[in-house]
T-cell receptor, first 114, second 115 residues
Framework: DAGVIQSPRHEVTEMGQEVTLRCKPI?????LFWYRQTMMRGLELLIY????????DSGMPEDRFSAKMPNASFSTLKIQPSEPRDSAVYFC????????????FGNGTRLTVT | KNEVEQSPQNLTAQEGEFITINCSYS?????LHWLQQHPGGGIVSLFM???GKKKHGRLIATINIQEKHSSLHITASHPRDSAVYIC?????????????????FGQGTILTVHP
């Protein structure tokens, strides 16, 4: 079990550029979550998918953010255009459908927008 | 006011001490989670519980649903336990159902254990 894999680990970009974060969930997991962590707001849920379908995107801050899950083994979170206030650590997590199944987190992508 | 409140925000202990971190919440929940975030940034799920008590090694988590309160205990603390401990809740499932992973987080407790 390779765990949840995120890439890149670090991303530094200039304001206005497009940023794409990637996530590979654990095989067999039905749910995939994108979280964001900042010093000011802590951890927040952005969006989650069930069987590749977005279920709740109420945490996505604005239209500049979009997320896709084209298949069970891959998801992307895109920010276009990026702004300095988007600087944060973005975590992907996955879990099985069963009740009491724990969340498994990736190592996160640290995004810095200058 | 946050739906999830943790105390203390910072905790310093000597190796071997018994540690308690508290979490209070203000809404109905389906489950409560305790997470550990290491200095390197990775997050690990320690416990998910909806009633009673769970134990794993030196870690014990308890929850009192009536009082809307949970505690995380660490027995015989060790410097490697130094981390941020985060309490998170899954809100009571809506009619359409929800995933246990749709979490609302506390602000975290920074634990430092000195040798």
């Amino acid at each position: 079990d390779a765990g949840v894999i995120q890439s890149p680990r670090h991303e530094v970009t200039e304001m206005g550029q497009e940023v794409t974060l990637r996530c590979k969930p654990i095989s067999g997991h039905d749910y995939l979550f994108w979280y964001r962590q900042t010093m000011m707001r802590g951890l927040e849920l952005l969006i989650y998918f069930n069987n590749n379908v977005p279920i709740d995107d109420s945490g996505m801050p604005e239209d500049r953010f979009s997320a896709k899950m084209p298949n069970a083994s891959f998801s992307t979170l895109k920010i276009q255009p990026s702004e300095p206030r988007d600087s944060a650590v973005y975590f992907c997590a996955s879990s099985r459908r069963r009740a009491n199944s724990p969340l498994h987190f990736g190592n996160g992508t640290r995004l810095t927008v200058t | 006011k946050n739906e999830v409140e943790q105390s203390p925000q910072n905790l310093t202990a000597q190796e071997g001490e018994f540690i308690t971190i508290n979490c209070s919440y203000s809404v109905g929940i389906s489950a409560l989670h305790w997470l550990q975030q290491h200095p390197g940034g990775g997050i690990v799920s320690l416990f998910m519980l909806s009633s009673g008590k769970k134990k794993h090694g030196r870690l014990i988590a308890t929850i009192n649903i009536q009082e809307k309160h949970s505690s995380l205990h660490i027995t015989a603390s060790h410097p490697r336990d130094s981390a941020v401990y985060i309490c998170a809740i899954t809100l009571m499932a809506s009619a359409g159902g929800t995933s246990y992973g749709k979490l609302t987080f506390g602000q975290g407790t920074i634990l430092t254990v000195h040798p």
